[in-house]
């Protein structure tokens, strides 16, 4: 691995609905109950359920336009569900103000790389994730703020990129900085929209490091990773929901979860995984 292994900083100072107590191993973070999302009469999910414990790390598959993106903006606190039960930390969204909340979840996506602006530097980019900021002017930053953008950056293997534009940044880095912004606060739920798309296998595999790194030193956080590509699931996954046309196909321990016959169920092509060590792969079965 290339980046360097900078200590994960303890936040407690900063944003978390309960910051003054990490939640305890196996806790719930977040529950979605039958939830359905119905937008201009089309249903983009039906009757999807789920449970994130502390600790476990989902992997959310599926083909483009089953789901996924619809369901993490749910469990961002950022789309409200039609129908169902959306419960984050013990707080039913509808039913309470979900600005405190906001602290609790870090997200990561490249819908929001699209919407920085491209001179940011990349120490902006991480510390305006204290207020979830497109811009440094909108709020006031102390030196803690800045001396915590710093240590993230490292712990993600850019330290010193600090004062480097977003702009310059590889795909990976930019990458990279994304999750260091989503940690700012020490979120209890971490979510990740595709990071990888688009990276090159080196790219890919650093980020998968930072991901594995990640969950040895604050083995208390949940994460949910949306992707469609088996090769990016990180060997520190725990649970796999698998999504199709809105519904949940199947959901559980990913080890008898992700199989050849999900996947090819999903993608509609004859795949079957492959297990080697702590990762997996899919590859087409060859015709007689």
Request: net charge negative.
């Amino acid at each position: 691995m290339s980046h360097s292994r900078t200590e994960a900083p303890s936040t407690d100072h900063v944003g978390n609905a309960d910051a003054d107590e990490a939640p305890a191993k196996h806790v719930s973070i977040l529950q979605l109950e039958h939830i359905g999302v119905v937008r201009d009469g089309t249903t983009m999910l039906d009757d999807v359920s789920l449970e994130v414990r502390a600790g476990q790390h989902w992997v959310v598959l599926g083909a483009n336009g089953g789901g996924k993106s619809t369901l993490l903006a749910v469990a961002g606190l950022d789309l409200h569900p039609t129908r169902g039960r959306a419960v984050l930390l013990g707080h039913e969204l509808g039913k309470v103000d979900i600005r405190p909340l906001r602290g609790s979840v870090g997200i990561a996506s490249s819908f929001l790389a699209n919407r920085l602006r491209g001179e940011l530097e990349a120490a902006a980019v991480v510390f305006c994730g204290r207020y979830g900021a497109l811009e440094p002017w909108w709020h006031t930053y102390t030196d803690a703020d800045h001396d915590r953008a710093a240590e993230l950056l490292g712990f993600v293997g850019l330290e010193g990129f600090g004062g480097r534009s977003f702009r310059s940044l590889s795909s990976g880095e930019r990458q990279r900085v994304l999750l260091a912004r989503a940690l700012f606060n020490d979120p209890a739920l971490l979510l990740l929209d595709e990071p990888n798309a688009g990276l090159d296998p080196g790219a890919r595999e650093a980020l998968i490091d930072v991901q594995i790194d990640l969950a040895e030193r604050k083995p208390e956080l949940a994460s949910l990773l949306v992707t469609h590509h088996v090769e990016d699931v990180p060997p520190t996954a725990t649970h796999l929901l698998a999504l199709a046309k809105g519904r949940s196909v199947a959901s559980g321990a990913i080890e008898t979860t992700l199989t050849g016959g999900l996947v090819s169920e999903l993608f509609d092509v004859d795949y079957e995984v492959v297990r080697t060590g702590d990762r997996w792969f899919a590859q087409p079965r060859t015709r007689a």
